[in-house]
């Protein structure tokens, strides 16, 4: 695979984000992944590289400028939320990153997609709240709670959200709320729900149970699978 680098800018920012080619060439769907509210960390990373496997152009983006990821708790609270209290600044910096991929020579423009964990999920379903011309976005263990309606403009995306029921920063209400805008919103989604999984269930470093962030290799298995059939159905039209 072809790893490399690729600058961009939203708002006079230099964001930095991380392509991943498969070795095989040609031009490809691309997909960005959307890191959580650490920064481009290797779970983005990792995913990119994953995607670049199946056969996509995997781009993991950049929410904060100079690829930054953080370590302590009061930086990754600080920065995300500086994003979720502007929602529009949010939405500009994920189309940023959309456009910054399909200018890649590797990437098909006419098929893409995107995927995001946690504070991610939140970043590529409001990229389709913000009517992008993506393909289609897959939320894992992502926060659903809507912008206010006059920043949305119609979905054109198609939309999986993978949850874990016993997610404490997305109890059932919320939950129902969001499958209740994407219904009113005439929006073609899906909603996995995973009985047992709490937040975080994909990352494999994640293991405070008090805080309601735990690993659970079985789900994140199963979300993965879930992903990877959404994707094949979604650019089966052409084939890779």
């Given amino acids: 695979m072809e790893q490399r680098n690729v600058e961009y800018s939203e708002g006079g920012m230099t964001m930095v984000g991380q392509m991943v080619v498969p070795a095989s060439g040609g031009v490809r769907p691309g997909v960005l992944v959307a890191h959580d509210w650490s920064g481009r960390n290797a779970l983005a990373h990792e995913a990119a590289t994953r995607l670049a496997g199946l056969g996509y152009v995997g781009f993991a983006l950049d929410m904060y400028g100079a690829g930054r990821c953080f370590e302590q708790m009061k930086d990754k609270v600080d920065n995300m939320a500086a994003l979720r209290a502007d929602r529009g600044l949010l939405m500009r910096r994920i189309a940023a990153a959309l456009d910054a991929m399909k200018a890649q020579p590797e990437v098909d423009v ?131």
């Fill in 110 to 240: 006419a098929r893409t997609g995107a995927i995001g964990f946690c504070f991610g999920g939140l970043c590529v379903l409001d990229l389709a709240r913000s009517g992008a011309e993506v393909g289609g976005v897959v939320s894992f263990h992502g926060l659903l709670d809507a912008p206010t309606p006059e920043i949305c403009k119609p979905i054109q995306a198609q939309v999986l959200a993978l949850h874990g029921y016993r997610d404490p920063m997305c109890p059932p209400p919320m939950l129902a709320a969001f499958e209740e805008e994407m219904r009113a919103a005439e929006v073609d989604f899906q909603v996995h729900v995973y009985g047992r999984a709490v937040h975080a269930f994909a990352n494999p470093i994640a293991n405070n149970a008090a805080a309601g962030t735990v690993y659970d290799a079985s789900t994140a298995y199963r979300a993965f699978r879930s992903m990877e059939g959404f994707f094949t159905d979604l650019f089966a039209p052409s084939s890779l």
